[in-house]
Each structure stands twice: as structure tokens, then as C-alpha cells.
């Protein structure tokens, strides 16, 4: 369908999610479409609603591409005259697709759209057989956004990655801390949070305070480091958490900032939470020099932001629930960052890992939740897709996402009653499993 609407040289329209694995995946689509010659128009929206569905229908496009988003409106789709492709790994509501219209969801072939395959992932996959292989890496870098890559890759993913493996993509063993060459080593380890140093990661007294115990200064850059210093860091680190030494993933033809694909997803989720979508494509792109140092700011204005977030749950800790725990917050700074912190909370164990989390924050009239959970929970029979889905609902409100990731917004008044709801699906989650 796609090669059919490149062919008739039309303006292909793509609609993507605004983190980095949406934003990976509108890159894939959109970098794969420029090399072809072919015309397109992106948007990216923080997520799809009714509305923009709306106004996209009076568009004049042949051919729509939802990537990272568009599972949960299958039936609004179908009724598009044009033809639409959704490229998705969100769970899935069961209602077929029409001639119209291509459905790409790891779901369909029950394959777990959480761990193996992300929406930059399916968008690659739309794309791979127009000769693009070598666009493989964007799709990892969107499993590393939604955090499928920590530990290495698995089911499609780790097809992906031989496709990357093939073309350009190199594996090397090294140190996993983040900005070894622009930040000093204090700030590289407070701003490691995969996999989490407990003292360290989020903690820039802590990061400190490590450093002068190995005898290490703390403003020089890793990449400054002696040989010598390096060892002993990297034996220091491998004490507090071995998983800090393994595989980095890298595209050696990248320009420093942008080899480690890790690192890459979270510089296109800082332009994300920023709400500066058009610069993360451009940098996608490939696009430099300024774009990156403009990118380089907003990520230390959110590392700032999100080391603050962490203090406030340390100070603070979550609300407890009998199943469930929550973080509210009417606060500016922690409402931009609360989906991060409770992710992060959780595994820098700031919050007990043997609950899920929500975090709530205020937006005018309604809550926005982000909630997440460990895959151990998810074992133990855990779906906050499924769980913020059916409590939403119950209140006139809407959500979704992953079993170990998801999101809703509730209208305001009902906060309490579906707080209430939301733990008791939690504890029936647990208890039929
Ligand atoms: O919409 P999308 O699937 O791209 O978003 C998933 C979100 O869940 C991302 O923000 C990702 O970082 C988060 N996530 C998480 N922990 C996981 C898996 C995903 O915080 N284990
Ligand atoms: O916003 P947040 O990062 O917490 O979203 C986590 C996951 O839940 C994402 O995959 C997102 O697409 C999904 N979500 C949803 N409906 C919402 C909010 C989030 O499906 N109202
Ligand atoms: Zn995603």
C-alpha cells in the first residue's frame, strides 16, 4: 500500500506519538519516505482523540500513517475513504480492520507490544521491505525509549536488531552511564538511571560523594579519565550494580552525542517532554550543530527537572493503597515529569516495587495518571492498560497502554472514586491471576 502511494507521488500524511518512541517512529517513516523521493507531512501529538481523528478525516490525503498510536481507533479509521496504515504496539480492542485500512500490531499475532516490539519497531517494519534496513536502528532506539532494550532485546526486537547488526549498527561492552562526553562524571552517574545505581542515580550529592570515596574528582568528564581511573570506576560501579558494565549499542558513523542508541532515545525524549516535537524530528532527520546544542539544554533543564521529581518522592513518598500507591502533585515542575519519576522511582527503588504506581497530576478540570509497574508484577498477573482503561472509563475519562506501562485522564471530582476503583481491579488483578 505504502510503495503504491509513493509511486502516485502523492503527500503522505503521518500522525505520531510525542515521546521518543513515537517520535522514532514518525523518523523511520519520515527518513525512509526522503530517501524515496516521496512527500510527506508529519504531526505529532501527544495522543489521539476524537477531535484530531475529526479533523484529519477532512484532510485531502490518500494515504494516513498513525505510528506509536491508532490501535484504539480502529473503528473510527475504518471509516477514512482514504487508505490508512496503522503502525502500532499499544494493546488492541479486537475490531477488524476494513480494506482500507492495514493494521500493524505486535498484539494481532500475540506478540507482547510491551517487551518486543515498540511503535518505531512497527513503523520499521512497514517500511524495512522498500530497502531500509539501515533505518533498523530507529526502531531500536524506540524500544529504548519505551524502555524494551534495558536489557538487552528480545522476540522482534531482536530480529530488528540483526537488520541493524547487517547494516550498521556495532555492539561493544563498556560502561553504561549517559553523557561521558559532555557532562562532568558527577552529573554522567546522578543522570544513569538504567540500570540504577541505589545512592547515585538521581542523587548528585551521592554521585559526589562516591567520587571523593574512590579518590576520583567529580568535575572532570569520563571521557577525560586516565586510563587507570577508568578501571577503577568502572570496578567501583560494578560493586553497586554489575548490570552498569555490558552491551552499548552504537552507530559508529554517528557524531558523539548521538552513537549510543540509548542515549539517542533519551535526547529525543527530553526535545518530547519539552513539547519540542519539531525539533526532535529535525534531529532524527539529521539535522546538527544547532539543533543538538539546543536539544543538549532542554536535556539538562529535564534531568534538573526530574532530579527534583526524585528529591520530592524521597521527601514525600507515595500515598498507599491496599494494592496500589499514588504520587499527586498540583506542582508545575513535578506534573512535566511525573510519568518519569514514577518509572524511575520504581527502579531506584525511592518507591516500594511491589505495588503499582500512579502518578496524578492536575490539568485544569481533569487528573492526568501515568502508571507503571515492574514486569515481576506484570508475572503476578498486573494489566494497568487494562486496569486504567476499565477505571477511566467508569468515570467518563479515557486510558490505555501497556500492561506495565499506562495512562488515563479522569475529570478532577472523581479522583478519589477512581483511586478507590483502580486499587480494588489491581487486588482482583492479583488475586485471579
Ligand atoms: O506510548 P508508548 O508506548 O510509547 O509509551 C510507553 C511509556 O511507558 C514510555 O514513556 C516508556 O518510557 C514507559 N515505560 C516505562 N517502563 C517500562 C516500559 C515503558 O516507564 N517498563
Ligand atoms: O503518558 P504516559 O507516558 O504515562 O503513558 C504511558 C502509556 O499509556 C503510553 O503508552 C500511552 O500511550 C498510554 N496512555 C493511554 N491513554 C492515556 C494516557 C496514556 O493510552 N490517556
Ligand atoms: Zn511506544
Known amino acids: ?22 517520535i522514532s517512529a514518525a523518523a523511520v517513516i519520515a527518513n525512509a519516505l526522503k530517501e524515496e523521493n516521496a512527500q510527506f507531512h508529519t504531526t505529532i501529538v501527544p495522543r489521539l482523540k476524537e477531535d484530531v481523528i475529526n479533523q484529519l478525516r477532512h484532510e485531502q490525503h490518500d494515504l494516513f500513517i498513525f505510528s506509536d498510536m491508532g490501535s484504539s481507533f480502529v473503528k473510527e479509521l475504518n471509516t477514512f475513504k482514504s487508505d490508512v496504515i496503522i503502525a502500532d504496539h499499544h494493546q488492541v480492542d479486537g475490531t477488524e480492520a476494513d480494506s482500507n485500512l492495514v493494521h500493524v500490531n505486535p498484539h494481532l ?22 530497502d531500509k534496513k539501515h533505518f533498523a ?15 538487552g532485546f528480545n ?20 560502561l553504561k552511564i549517559v553523557s561521558k562526553a559532555s557532562e562532568p562524571l558527577f552529573k554522567s552517574l546522578a543522570y544513569t538511571f538504567t540500570p540504577p545505581l541505589p545512592g547515585i542515580s538521581g542523587d548528585l550529592e551521592g554521585s559526589t560523594a562516591f567520587l571523593e570515596k574512590i579518590g576520583l574528582s567529580y568535575g572532570i568528564k569520563f571521557t577525560d579519565l586516565a586510563d587507570e581511573e577508568k ?10 550494580n554489575p548490570d552498569i558494565y555490558g552491551d552499548c549499542y552504537l552507530i559508529p558513523k554517528e557524531i558523539p552525542m548521538l552513537k549510543d542508541l540509548e542515549e539517542y532515545a ?10 519540542k516535537f519539531g525539533l526532535a524530528l529535525s534531529i532524527a532527520l539529521g539535522e546538527r550543530e544547532k539543533a543538538l546544542s539546543t536539544a543538549t539544554e532542554l536535556q539538562r533543564k529535564y534531568r534538573d527537572q526530574i532530579v527534583k521529581g526524585l528529591e520530592w518522592v524521597k521527601r514525600e513518598g507515595a500515598v498507599q493503597l491496599n494494592s496500589s500507591q499514588y504520587l499527586y502533585s498540583e506542582d508545575k515542575v513535578l506534573k512535566s515529569v511525573m510519568g518519569t519519576i514514577a518509572s524511575i522511582g520504581l527502579s531506584v527503588e525511592l518507591i516500594d516495587s511491589s505495588k503499582p504506581v500512579l502518578g496524578l497530576s492536575r490539568l485544569h478540570n481533569d487528573i492526568k495518571i501515568s502508571g507503571r509497574t515492574t514486569r515481576d508484577m506484570v508475572e503476578r498477573g498486573v494489566d494497568l492498560g487494562k486496569a486504567l482503561r476499565d477505571s477511566s472509563n467508569n468515570f467518563g475519562g479515557q486510558g490505555g497502554g501497556h ?10 471530582e472523581s479522583k478519589d472514586n477512581f483511586l478507590h476503583l483502580f486499587d480494588e481491579m489491581i487486588e482482583y488483578q492479583l488475586n485471579n491471576d
Open 231 to 240: 578501571d577503577v570506576l568502572t570496578a567501583e560501579l560494578i560493586k553497586i
Open 137 to 151: 536502528y530507529f526502531a531500536l532506539v524506540g524500544a529504548f525509549g519505551d524502555m524494551q532494550g534495558q536489557d
Open 1 to 22: 500500500m505504502l510503495k503504491e502511494h509513493i509511486e502516485n507521488d502523492e503527500i503522505i500524511r503521518i500522525i505520531s506519538h510525542n515521546d521518543a518512541d513515537g
Open 403 to 412: 500492561d506495565i506501562a499506562a495512562g488515563a485522564m479522569i475529570p478532577y
Open 155 to 174: 522476540g522482534v526486537n531482536k530480529l530488528i536488531l540483526e537488520d541493524a547488526k547487517e547494516t550498521n549498527l556495532e555492539i561493544n561492552e563498556d
Open 109 to 130: 499475532f500475540e506478540i507482547d507490544g510491551s517487551k518486543d516490539l515498540s511503535g518505531a519497531g512497527s513503523a520499521y517494519l512497514c517500511v524495512r521491505d522498500l
Open 266 to 275: 533519551y535526547i529525543l525524549d527530553a526535545c518530547g517532554k519539552n513539547k
